[in-house]
């Protein structure tokens, strides 16, 4: 089964890559095309996709097809394409934040076409990948099962409604950058103390991996886990305390808030 890209930037290389290392889709199964000429077209030849001439071309060659463009040109090329998809009628699987499958639907002109909304983030790279999936009432059974399996090859997934995805995009769109800049701190703190950065880096990156490990395979609450932590009159209660005391969690709450407003375009 072909699989097009209308788009080749960081998401879209991020799935692809993701593809490869795992070995779910062969690369001559995977067409690409995208305004920069250069550049998708090195990547494909890099890793032998097929680079497409045109949009168009990309959806004539492919059965399922996904939109991985930004949001501001997303109009412009469901314009360009409208007449191929309804020709050919692909899956079409689009990662386009802040545009509905309704506005798909009314751009393209095909009642019955089959759409299936994702929301991924960027460690689909390396198949640890979190994504979200909210499919369209055309979209069949066996279609939405062929399009899960090709994201769960990526990581974990989870069916939403569209509604949620702004909360979605926060709570793991936006988060690994959250999260790094955490592991960031943490690494500053150690080359306080006499760590070389990269020490520092490789031991807090490592804390915090075994830390999601625990609370994914634990039946107790992340809450329940800092208290197992925390000794009575020990060191991690007095950092904790600290780290409140600095507004820690107000933040983190904060730079939710301030993400999921973003997205619905509050901000």
Known sequence: MKIGFIGAGNMAQAIIQGWLKTQTVDPAEIVIHSKHPQSYQNY???YHLK?????????????ILFLAVKPQVISSVLSEIKESVQSKHPIVVSMVT???IDQI???????????????????????AGMTALAPNKQLTAAHFAVCQNLLASLGKTIELPEHDFSLFVALAGSSPA?????????????????????????????????????????????????????????????????MEEAGFMTSVIKGIDATIAKDQGKE
């Open 44 to 46: 494909a030849a890099k």
């Open 51 to 63: 680079a497409a001439d045109s949009n168009q071309a990309v959806v004539q060659e492919t059965e």
């Open 98 to 100: 802040g545009f509905s």
């Open 105 to 127: 639907l009314q751009s393209l002109q095909v009642e019955d076409l089959e759409v299936l909304r994702i929301m991924p983030n960027v460690n689909v790279e390396i198949a």
């Open 178 to 242: 959250f999260i790094y800049l955490f592991i960031d701190a943490m690494s500053r703190a150690g080359v306080k103390y006499g760590f070389s950065k990269a020490q520092a880096t490789k031991i807090a990156a490592q804390a915090v991996l075994g830390s999601a490990q625990k609370v994914l395979s634990s039946s107790k609450s992340p809450w329940d886990l800092i208290d197992d932590v925390s000794s009575p009159g020990g060191t991690t209660i007095a950092g904790l305390l600290a």
